[in-house]
């Protein structure tokens, strides 16, 4: 069996939850921390990622509030922290090479880690819920089917 789903050519990791809408997704980790990147969709829509920016890492961060900015040739798009937290970790391989987020986006195309005040996993999905509702966001937005770039990485897991 599958460690993901498809949907239109979109890569959903069973392992992550997801917040569609943002095309976030968010994977737990052992120590507390979350890491938090951008789905295949996000990817897809933006097209070739060329900055990563992060904002100072050890700071409180209400949910909401940008905690990294995302630019590709044609969007540019804050990633908001999810919850209430601290910014523990960014991405530093971004700094060089934003095209990970496009080639990796579930593996070396992280985006930051985050320690929650609260764990609080309302807002998102797992996997099967997301690719119903990723299903129904493309169909509704008219949006492409998902396309990856040479040397495009399937997550693993």
């Not at 997704?25 to 507390?32: I, V, Y």
């Not at 996000?42 to 905690?67: D, N, W």
């Not at 090479?97 to 999905?125: C, I, K, M, Q, T």
Request: with cysteine.
């Amino acid at each position: 069996m599958s460690a993901f789903l498809t949907i239109r050519g979109c890569v959903l990791p069973l392992s992550l939850y997801y917040k569609v809408e943002e095309h976030l997704w968010l994977r737990m980790e052992a120590d507390g921390t979350i890491t938090l990147g951008l789905t295949d969709m996000a990817q897809t829509t933006a097209g070739r990622i060329l900055v990563v920016s992060f904002r100072p890492v050890g700071a409180h961060y209400q949910k909401g509030k940008t905690i990294a900015v995302v630019e590709s040739a044609k969007w540019l798009g804050p990633l908001r922290a999810p919850m209430d937290g601290w910014l523990t970790a960014v991405n530093q391989d971004l700094l060089e090479d934003a095209g990970l987020v496009n080639r990796s986006p579930y593996r070396r195309g992280w985006l930051v880690r985050f320690r929650p005040a609260h764990l609080e996993l309302s807002d998102f999905l797992n996997a099967e819920s997301a690719a119903r509702a990723y299903a129904g966001l493309m169909e509704s937005r008219k949006l492409e089917d998902c396309v990856h770039c040479e040397g495009y990485e399937f997550p693993d897991d």
